[in-house]
């Protein structure tokens, strides 16, 4: 199986630029998705595929991909975009799923 | 609108067994793979299992090949996990997610695209 490797923790400014980044094989195959989780709740997807957003996910976030890294953005980030964030996507094989570390996003 | 509702979790001893649910509504369950992934306590999320949308192919993490059992009753719209021979290393929040695969440029791609609330299961003596 494959792993998904992100830092485990970054800071933003308010209303600064933010970029999550998360690196793995399977990347060169398959596009990441990104998950957003704040405590007590549950993981709520915010991109998907090239660079789509759900129904209500603000513009702010958009997501990109090289080689094996995928890269999630959040340009002027607001202080509730303070939360944990996951990557995700199928390994090498397509039949496993793998997720992230996990990215713990402080906003100063 | 969508909703995903998971149920059965508890206190279980190790060695036990426990089976969770997962209620859906809201979108046509039959046609959708869906899968479980679940959360130790302070920990990040860890993909559990998958099943095809008729219940014909199923996929399992290498940590719990052989001692869970995704299934589902397109019937009832329920997904379910059994899992058996439980161990504390099990402790953990268990989400069902519904996946979407979508198509496009001569590529698909999948996603979790919904998420239950979440089942506590604690494996302890």
């Known amino acids: 199986s494959s792993e998904l490797t992100q830092d485990p923790a970054v800071s933003v400014a308010l209303g600064q630029t933010v970029r999550i980044t998360c690196q793995g094989d399977?990347?060169?195959?398959?596009?990441a998705s990104w998950h957003q989780q704040k405590p007590g709740q549950a993981p709520l997807l915010v991109i998907y595929?090239?660079?789509n957003r759900p129904s209500g996910i603000p513009d702010r976030f958009s997501g990109s991909s090289s080689g094996n890294t995928a890269s999630l953005t959040i340009t002027g980030a607001q202080a509730e975009d303070e939360a944990d964030y996951y990557c995700?996507?199928?390994?090498?094989?397509?039949?496993?799923?793998?997720f992230g570390g996990g990215t713990k996003l402080t906003v100063l | 609108q969508v909703q995903l509702v998971e149920s059965g979790g508890g206190v279980v001893q190790p060695g036990r067994s426990l089976r969770l649910s997962c209620a859906a509504s809201?979108?046509?369950?039959?046609?959708?793979?869906m899968h479980w992934v679940r959360q130790a306590p302070g920990k990040g999320l860890e993909w559990v299992a998958v099943?095809?949308?008729?219940?014909?192919?199923?996929y399992y993490a290498d940590s719990m090949k052989g001692r869970f059992t995704i299934s589902r009753d397109n019937s009832k719209n329920t997904l379910y996990l059994q899992m058996n021979s439980l161990i504390p290393e099990d402790t953990a929040v268990y989400y069902c997610?519904?996946?979407?695969?979508?198509?496009?440029?001569?590529?698909?791609?999948?996603?979790?695209?919904?998420w239950g609330q979440g089942t506590l299961v604690t494996v302890s003596s």
């Open positions: 595929g090239k660079n």
């Open positions: 099943i095809s949308y008729d219940g014909s192919s199923e």
């Open positions: 809201g979108f046509s369950f039959s046609s959708y793979y």
């Open positions: 399977s990347l060169t195959y398959y596009y």
């Open positions: 997610a519904k996946d979407r695969t979508d198509c496009g440029g001569g590529a698909c791609y999948s996603y979790f695209d919904y």
């Open positions: 995700d996507s199928r390994d090498s094989s397509g039949n496993h799923w793998v």
